[in-house]
């Protein structure tokens, strides 16, 4: 979908969607695009990660160069051809996830909000069980393993009591794991065997004709998921199912040859979209309340009293930055958002300065290589106007109030216009804690400043 979704038939895609969930009749299937670091404005997977660090590992070995970038798939074959032993290998794996344990996302909070009662997870994370605690549900969690005879026993999942099922296995099973290729072909042969079958909850859920699947991120140019579909049972339902897929889907080779496989009678559509978004949509049109939710720092958001920030950016760099807004505003800082798209047009001249002047506290400008090799561009109009406003703050104990605050995403110089001011760089998830620190330390001093007015006054 185009960055001005949702168009109107794209609303009413939403309402079709909203309409199964309601039933019960949509089961939600995450991919690995969508398990991403809490926190993070670059929305790396957490698999790629899990590569880096397999690849990292072999290159404190002797005599083992710098293999590149691999899947985590290749990545696990590489070591263990490498160190034979399946222990570490799986140690590795372990440590990784568990560091991201009782972690989620903006993204995850968003659907956990939604009365999904079965949630297939490519992906070994916890996100969605911890958004769906957020949302005040009580998840159980399940996992195939495809190297043990025993069957899995479960409760029939609700919307109160949702399952979230790993398909590809559990770290705290470790040999479940679906992590070399060797294990992607035993993992199959189990499946289509049905040794060990599926636990029947899941099983009955997926084969019910009036089941439709919503897919986020699962990556159906991977060939063995034609296998794994068709296995499942979840090709000819009545309903079509939606498979939502970021840029890399559609920019990789083999897009074209698995859109066609399974469009036609296995009713599968595909539709390019943001996930940040369309979540944040989807529960818009389900009209959920949603819950008051914790911050990462575990303190409640007032959306009353808390520092509204807004986003000067490249068009281009758009995903990033709706990973950023979400990632401040789990953390208690509101994002303001131009909900009829005003940047996109002309009308975007004429509230310009009313917004930057009037309607928020800071405007934080997200430097990237992309913007840096812009010709022209709103943004530069957008920094002209709030340095000027930056230029009419006041002071606290000889210290001027912070009004922009230039961030960069990757490696970039600094504009000409933010060259006096100082620039956090936010390439890992911890440095967004940075930015928000430097948010609350500016937005306490304004508090404190209030006071004093009121107490001269």
Not at 130 to 157: D, N, V, W
Not at 181 to 201: A, H, K, Y
Not at 350 to 375: F, G, H, K, N, W
Request: charged letters at 25%.
């Amino acid at each position: 979908m185009a960055e001005s979704w949702p168009s109107e038939s794209e609303r009413r895609e939403l309402r079709g969607l909203v309409a199964r969930i309601k039933r019960g009749d949509c089961v939600l299937i995450l991919g690995p695009r969508t398990s991403v670091p809490a926190g993070d404005p670059q929305r790396t997977p957490l698999d790629e990660l899990l590569a880096a660090e397999i690849v990292a590992a072999l290159e404190r070995e002797a005599g083992s160069g710098r293999p590149g970038p691999l899947t985590l798939r290749r990545a696990a074959e590489l070591h263990y051809r490498v160190r034979h032993d399946r222990d570490e290998l799986e140690l590795l794996v372990q440590d990784f996830y568990a560091r991201h344990t009782g972690q989620t996302t903006e993204f995850h909070r968003n659907l956990a909000q939604l009365p999904f009662k079965l949630c297939v997870n490519a992906s070994p994370d916890g996100l969605m069980a911890s958004a769906f605690t957020e949302a005040g549900k009580h998840p159980r969690t399940g996992h195939y393993s495809f190297g043990h005879a025993g069957i899995l026993r479960l409760g029939s999942p609700s919307a109160e009591e949702p399952l979230v099922y790993h398909l590809f296995g559990h770290p705290d099973d470790p040999s479940s794991l679906v992590l070399t290729e060797g294990d992607l072909i035993d993992f199959l042969v189990s499946v289509v065997r049905g040794t060990p079958p599926l636990p029947d909850q899941v099983r009955s859920i997926l084969a019910d004709p009036s089941t439709s699947c919503l897919f986020l991120g699962f990556g159906f140019h991977n060939w063995y998921l034609r296998v794994l579909l068709q296995v499942l049972n979840l090709y000819g339902h009545r309903s079509r199912a939606f498979a939502f897929e970021d840029r890399q889907f559609f920019e990789h080779p083999e897009h074209e040859q698995a859109v066609g496989f399974f469009s036609g009678e296995r009713l599968i559509d595909f539709r390019p979209l943001q996930w940040e978004a369309f979540a944040r949509h989807l529960r818009e049109a389900y009209g959920t309340v949603s819950r008051p939710m914790a911050t990462e720092t575990g303190v409640a958001r007032s959306d009353d009293t808390a520092p509204k920030v807004f986003l000067s950016y490249a068009s281009e760099d758009r995903d990033s930055v709706e990973a950023l807004a979400d990632s401040l505003q789990s953390r208690g800082v509101r994002v303001w958002q131009d909900t009829q798209d005003l940047r996109a047009g002309d009308d975007w001249n004429r509230v310009l300065v009313d917004v930057i002047a009037r309607r928020i506290d800071y405007v934080v400008v997200v430097q990237t290589p992309t913007m840096l090799s812009r010709i022209t561009g709103v943004f530069h109009r957008e920094i002209e106007v709030a340095l000027k406003r930056q230029s009419e703050m006041g002071e606290l104990r000889g210290q001027r109030l912070r009004f922009v605050l230039p961030v960069k995403l990757g490696a970039c110089e600094t504009l000409s216009a933010l060259s006096s001011t100082h620039v956090l760089t936010l390439n890992d998830p911890g440095d967004v804690e940075k930015l928000v620190a430097s948010i609350q330390e500016d937005w306490e001093r304004r508090s404190e400043m209030r006071s004093l007015r009121q107490v001269v006054a």
